[in-house]
């Protein structure tokens, strides 16, 4: 059974480009949410997304999107990268709509760098 | 507002035990988390519990919970060298689907 799964593993860009980071949720998960990890800092929670639809933002701004798909995978894009935009964006999938005891797993992340 | 804190560093002996603290700052029902993540890895989740719990344990992982305080940790029994990781409290916030973590503790076992 495959758990969360991310892609790239790695990328570099250069600022003021925009990037998109691709997730696949663990087997039988529905939602998906995605974390942006500062080095030297925990996850901070982006948005969430539940049929297609993001339904809980965090305090990120409007550079960074998202969508998901019929078969629950999802992306993030971020446009007009910054330098602090450089992070480990992690990708964490759960099942029933995400509902209260429903705990999430994460996948092992995109380390993104912009210069 | 937000917050959960934790101390950011430990150093124990191998085989001792390890207690990894955090306190947090909603009162309400809701999901307390224990995450470890590893050097260049995701998070793992390790164990979880729910804020009408006291304790909970799980082979070598004991939580304890303070309502009172607001105060959670971890109790690794038998610390080993393979511990040696980042650990995580998050909370999920009450009545959203938002997760909100600490800043971590990293966890240094000394052989």
């Known amino acids: 059974d495959a758990g969360v799964t991310q892609s790239p593993t790695h990328l570099i860009k250069t600022r003021g480009q925009q990037v998109t980071l691709r997730c696949s949720p663990k087997?039988?998960?529905?939602?998906v949410s995605w974390y942006q990890q500062a080095l030297g800092q925990g996850p901070q929670f982006i948005f969430q997304y539940y049929e297609e639809e993001e339904r809980q933002r965090g305090n990120f701004p409007d550079r960074f999107s998202g969508h998901q798909f019929p078969n629950y995978s999802s992306e993030l894009n971020v446009n007009a990268l910054l330098l602090g935009d450089s992070a480990l964006y992690l990708c964490?999938?759960?099942?029933?709509?995400?509902?209260?005891?429903?705990?999430?797993?994460f996948g092992p992340g995109t380390r993104l760098l912009v210069l | 507002g937000e917050d959960v804190e934790q101390s950011l560093f430990l150093s124990v002996r191998e085989g001792d035990s390890s207690v990894i603290n955090c306190t947090y700052t909603d009162s309400s029902s809701t999901y307390l988390y224990w995450y470890k993540q590893e050097p260049g890895a995701g998070l793992q989740l390790l164990t979880y519990i729910f804020s009408n719990m006291d304790m909970k344990q799980d082979q070598r992982l004991t939580v304890l919970l303070n309502k009172k305080d607001k105060h959670l940790s971890l109790r690794i029994a038998d610390t080993q060298t393979g511990d040696s990781a980042i650990y995580f409290c998050a909370e999920r916030i009450p009545g959203t689907y938002k997760y909100i973590f600490g800043t971590g503790t990293r966890l240094k076992v000394l052989a």
């Open positions: 087997s039988g998960h529905d939602t």
């Open positions: 964490a999938s759960s099942s029933k709509g995400g509902g209260l005891g429903e705990t999430q797993y």
